[in-house]
């Protein structure tokens, strides 16, 4: 750290500052390190370095400039002050590079004072963090990828091969390990990072999933879950969200070296979790969550488990057809029984997009949440929305006067609602839409009491889908997708119909679906993937909807008006508002899952995929010096990895994109004469 130098801890996004936990020096604290200027500024390491007449850097360069940083394309209307939403939305990327240098305020001094190029963080030996420009603004670190992405050099020399000695003296910073990593088939001793270093940059990036909502902990893949050491497909680098190293986009660099992308985005996500546990133990703390396991066996045993709460002890709820255990009424998820007020958790990580808490209805609780999840498996990005119904209602007494949640028997209080965003917007009974990350393992909730009188008990409805057909380019994928969507409401598909309906009278009975289920022939429905209009929508009409197939026909049409009103009203959530803000189509039609296949599916390919890969280990012995070519930002001298002509270049497309289209997430149309 620069002698005096004290972190604020505040983080500078589109001009507004977040107070974070991370020990964090921005450019308006000293020693004022702003990438946006134009001239030289002085560093310990240099007090006076090479600048042009007038205090203009860069004279070492052929073709001198001034500006080390830009304008994001898709923001250039803007100026130097972009909404905080359309940065947001833009930000995907967070590239990760060691800078070959001693300090940070070396770093500064070459990368910037002498080269004319930026990142957005400098990560000093101790831990502390430089930000030198506003994440909102494009700083030159990673050539064609600095349009979507924030960047950090990490202080290492880098080489222990070739200089071993160079933190023994204890000049340049503290004692190292050196470590083995293997980068594009090249064996390289790098010196580790510290433990200063980790800690600072958990913070930092804690810290950042909060802020920029589609920036996922998510890192390049070679298989399910193994992180890839080698250069990626140079079109496939441009749609990945989440952490990346310099390697990772060009092979001629090897920074960040042994940075352990998959163990760092562990931390920032927590441990994939079931929802609920899978068997009740009584002598469980507080403290234990329903973990997935990490033998097949053993994750086969616990779905196995979670199969039985739903088509062995439920009374309805069945995927995909017989939401209360009747009718061929679609049902996208499962009810999943279990004690009152038994907690809920999230199984992956994720954002919480919207909920609703009040009391109950005739049906019991409506109560719901719902998170949305931007994974990776393998070289394939998974989003997906997962939904947990029929909630025990957090809002007691003290909530409704503006308290905190409370806690709820020997359970941790549900932290999401303990934060501004819930705090400011709850009203009882409404649905109210957020954006809170959650890590895998959060409490969300507990289950509630649902289902008309005669079947109402304790009991938590999970719902999986997706937008978009999620496995359909995996080899060997499992998965058969059942065109629902001609039937509106209603299931006509005689591939599911036609084996629960034994009388073959073309209704399904509530006997028939227990029978169905409860003697194991759920299983021929497990990897179905029904493409069908949500049941939490309000349109096509329900009443309409009811009066129009055979099985509600001894239902006067007043009687479907009340069943519509007391059981159904009441759960609908999924309005224009609210698709436009979650990402959901407005007619409400996606792709379900059964939400138990899905989790013992997703992670099956996980242990599969770390089972392949072996240990991972690399042969220390086997490490050379950096092979000529390759090189790390400090040998990288003419910045050709780090800045493009694409940096400056404009494109007319952008122009037609509004701040709408940024928040939603749209690319740039395509531009038309």
Not at 48 to 68: D, H, I
Request: aromatic content about 10%; proline content about 8%.
């Amino acid at each position: 750290m620069t002698a005096g130098i004290r972190p604020s801890g505040n983080l500078i996004i589109a001009g507004q500052v977040f107070h974070v936990d991370a020990p964090i020096v921005n450019w308006r604290e000293p020693p004022y390190w702003d990438a946006t200027r134009e001239v030289c500024m002085p560093t310990e390491t240099e007090r006076q370095p090479p600048c042009l007449p007038g205090g203009v850097p860069y004279g070492k360069l052929p073709a001198p400039y001034t500006k080390r940083y830009s304008l994001r394309p898709q923001l250039r209307r803007y100026g130097l002050n972009p909404p905080l939403d359309a940065v947001k939305s833009l930000v995907k990327q967070f590239v990760v590079h060691h800078d070959g240098c001693s300090s940070a305020d070396m770093c500064f001094n070459v990368l910037q004072n002498e080269r004319g190029l930026s990142v957005h963080f400098l990560l000093d030996n101790d831990g502390t963090i430089y930000q030198t420009i506003d994440l909102g603004l494009m700083a030159y670190h990673a050539s064609e990828w600095n349009v979507s992405s924030i960047g950090v050099e990490l202080c290492n020399r880098g080489d222990a091969k070739k200089e071993p000695n160079y933190y023994s003296s204890g000049r340049f910073g503290p004692k190292r390990d050196a470590k083995p990593c293997k980068i594009n088939n090249n064996t390289i001793l790098s010196f580790d990072y510290t433990r200063a270093q980790y800690e600072s940059f958990v913070k930092l990036c804690r810290a950042l999933t909060r802020l920029l909502p589609n920036l996922p902990a998510e890192f390049p893949q070679a298989s399910p879950g193994v992180q890839t050491w080698d250069t990626l497909p140079y079109g496939s680098t441009f749609g990945f969200s989440g952490y990346i190293g310099h390697y990772h986009l060009t092979n001629q660099k090897w920074d960040p070296g042994p940075f352990d992308f998959k163990d760092f985005c562990r931390k920032l996500r927590g441990a994939y979790c079931f929802p609920v546990f899978p068997k009740d133990d009584p002598k469980r703390s507080i403290d234990d969550k329903p973990t997935v396991p990490e033998q097949t066996d053993d994750l086969k045993e616990a779905a196995s488990e979670l199969y039985k709460a739903n088509e062995a002890r439920a009374d309805g709820g069945f995927f995909p057809v017989g939401p209360w255990g009747d009718q061929r009424l679609w049902h996208g998820g499962i009810h999943l029984t279990a004690k009152e007020n038994a907690p809920v958790f999230a199984p992956f990580p994720g954002r919480l997009v919207a909920a609703r808490m009040g009391k109950s209805t005739t049906v019991g609780s409506v109560n719901f949440v719902l998170l949305r999840h931007d994974m990776s498996l393998g070289s394939s990005r998974v989003q997906f929305y997962s939904l947990y119904m029929h909630l025990a209602n957090e809002l007691g007494p003290e909530m409704e006067r503006g308290g905190l949640a409370p806690t709820r028997g020997n359970d941790k209080p549900v932290e999401w609602m303990t934060k501004e965003g819930w705090k400011q917007g709850a009203k009882p009974g409404e649905v109210v839409m957020l954006d809170e990350p959650i890590e895998a393992g959060a409490l969300i909730g507990h289950v509630g009491k649902a289902g008309p009188a005669e079947l109402s008990r304790a009991q938590v409805h999970v719902e999986f889908f997706s937008t978009s057909e999620l496995f359909a380019g995996i080899s060997g994928s499992p998965w058969t997708v059942i065109d629902g969507t001609a039937g509106g409401r209603f299931c006509d598909s005689k591939q599911i119909n036609d084996n629960i309906d034994t009388d073959h009278d073309g209704t399904l009975s509530k006997s028939e679906l227990a029978s169905f289920y409860s003697s194991g022939n759920g299983s021929q429905m497990h990897y179905f993937v029904t493409l069908h209009v949500s049941e939490w929508t309000a349109e096509p009409s329900w009443t309409e909807a009811l009066r129009v197939p055979k099985d509600f026909k001894k239902l006067k049409p007043a009687e479907i008006d009340q069943l519509v009103a007391e059981q159904i009203t009441p759960g609908l959530w999924w309005d224009a508002k609210v698709a436009a803000h979650c990402r959901l189509p407005i007619d409400g039609v996606v792709y379900h899952y059964h939400p138990v296949t899905f989790l013992a599916w997703f992670n099956q390919q996980l242990l599969d995929g770390a089972a392949n890969a072996g240990s991972g280990a690399v042969d220390a012995n086997q490490a050379q010096e950096v092979p000529k070519g390759i090189t790390d930002d400090f040998g990288d001298k003419a910045g050709t990895t780090m800045r493009s002509s694409a940096d400056i270049a404009e494109d007319p497309c952008n122009q037609k994109l509004t701040l709408a289209d940024l928040v939603q997430g749209f690319d740039a149309p395509e531009c038309t004469p």
